[in-house]
Structure formats: C-alpha cells, structure tokens
C-alpha cells in the first residue's frame, strides 16, 4: 500500500510539473532546468555535469525513500554539535564561521548536514558486510601520501582583496594586473591559530603565489586571499593525528562502495534527458 502511494504522488508531482520546466526524468520524478541551471551556478560545471551530479543526488533520494531512511531533527543537532566541538567553537561562533567562509546559512547547513547523515544510513543500509578499521600499515601509507594535507603554517603572508561585488573579485584573479575601482585590498599576516579553522584550512589548501576561492566577509561582501608565504610550516605528528586518519581512510571506502552502487543503479534506472540549458 505503501508504494501504491509513493507512486501516486510522484505521478501527481509530475503531472503538475511544467513540462517545458523539465531537464531529466529520473524514474518518472523530474528534475528541473532551474535544478540544473543552479547547479551549474553553485559547481562551475557544464549542464552535462551539472545534470550528472543531479541524477546521482536524485537516485539516493528515492533509494532512501524505498529503504525508509528518514534523519530527525534530534540527529542534524547532535552532529552539529559534534562538528562545532571538533573545532573549538561555541555552536553560534560555528555558524558564523560556516556563513562567512562558506557563506552557508544555517539552515542550508543543516540540509547539507542531514544529505551527509542520509548518505551514512544509505551506505549502512546497502553495504554487505561491515568495514573493517584500517590496518596500521594503512594508515602509515595514507600519512605518507597526504603529508600537505598534515602540514601548517604559523602564519599566512596574503594579499587580502575585499569588493562588494564577486564578479569583480573574480575578474581580478582571472587578470590580477587589472586594476577594479571598486576593489580593496591590503597586505597582512594571518596567526593560523588566530582565525576559524575552515578559513585556515582553505588558506593552507591554496598553494603559493595563487588566489583562495571568492568568500563572503560576512558584511554583506566578498573577500579573497592571494597568498604570498607560509611562514614555519610543521608537520603533524603521525601518531597524534592516527584517529584522524583511519577516519578518512573509512570514508573513502564507504565513498568507493557508494559510488559503485549508484552507478549499477543508474545503469539500470529509467533515465530520460528531456533537454538541457544551453
């Protein structure tokens, strides 16, 4: 009785859908040319690719609704918590971070929290077996292989540019000669340990003599770091850093055996691209 229902419903949905507002049938559920023109917006991805990553997301959605996995409210809190305490950070100091780095709010952090959580209960729910931890010897090749990933600086030498328009900011990292009325900027020393872990972690990802991503300020602006030094790099202890390390092991595994899964799913799913966005 149940499907019954899920399947009259996705019929209503699609029946009262646009069909001109129609990029791709998945399964009779419908993804829409706005779906994939924002996509391509938020990735910097072709259509083509926009729709891929689209068709996967909406594939674990109806997978999740045929093996009933549901998260509550009670569970996006608690990881929420959870993540705000890894980086030690009151829950409000944590959101501020996410809204100005990452320029999530809070309830579009809360969607993405709950899409991970989905993802975990999916993985639970089609693995075979349970996933063994990683071996020693496993982690000792992961460290070695991912030493930049370990390594920080004491400090950041950058070029702060700062614009209320991020197609300006973007303009100039394209052409960094190009002199833009109506960018800012100033040359500082950022402390690592003075600022928001994320900030630190996307400074330490952006190599020398290269731009960090356009971010928000959080003043209703835009902000990006062309990084001059990386004062006192260290490296972090391998044994001090193990449970991090087995933790990221596990979740390329349990990414691997989602990937796979999805992609026999779609090989066998009722895929239609209906057109789209030139």
């Known amino acids: 009785m149940r499907s019954l229902t899920l399947s009259a419903l996705l019929a209503t949905f699609l029946w009262s859908a646009p069909i001109g507002g129609v990029a791709v049938l998945v399964k009779n559920t419908p993804i829409t040319l706005y779906e994939v023109q924002e996509e391509m917006k938020l990735s910097g991805t072709s259509a083509a690719q926009s729709a891929d990553t689209l068709i996967r997301k909406k594939l674990e959605q109806l997978e999740a609704v045929e093996k009933k996995i549901t998260v509550s409210s009670a569970e ?18 944590f959101l ?21 959580i989905k993802g975990q209960k999916l993985y639970s729910a089609i693995a075979f077996s349970k996933m063994g931890q990683p071996t020693t010897e496993e ?9 930049d990933e370990f390594s920080r600086p004491e400090s950041f030498d950058v070029t702060t540019y700062f614009s209320s328009s991020q197609e300006a900011l973007m303009a100039k990292i394209a052409d960094p000669m190009r002199d833009i009325e109506i960018i800012k900027n100033k040359d500082e020393t950022i402390p690592y340990n003075k600022i928001n872990p994320q900030l630190a972690q996307i400074l330490n990802k952006t190599p020398n003599g290269n731009f960090s991503p356009v971010l928000p300020n959080g003043k209703n602006g835009f902000m990006s770091f062309y990084i001059r030094d990386k004062n006192n790099v260290v490296t972090e202890n391998l044994e001090s850093i193990r449970p991090q390390i087995a933790n990221a092991i596990v979740g390329e595994k349990r990414n691997q055996v989602l990937n796979d899964y999805f992609t026999r799913l779609r090989l066998n799913a009722d ?6 966005p030139n």
């Not at 895929?271 to 789209?276: S, Y």
């Open 139 to 147: 982690e000792n090749e992961y460290y070695q292989l991912h030493l």
């Open 271 to 276: 895929i239609k691209i209906v057109r789209l």
């Open 76 to 93: 996006i809190n608690e990881e929420l918590t959870r993540m705000a305490a890894q980086n030690n950070l009151s829950m409000e100091q």
């Open 96 to 116: 501020n971070a996410m809204q100005s780095v990452r320029g999530l709010s809070e309830k579009d952090l809360k969607i993405k929290v709950e899409e991970t």
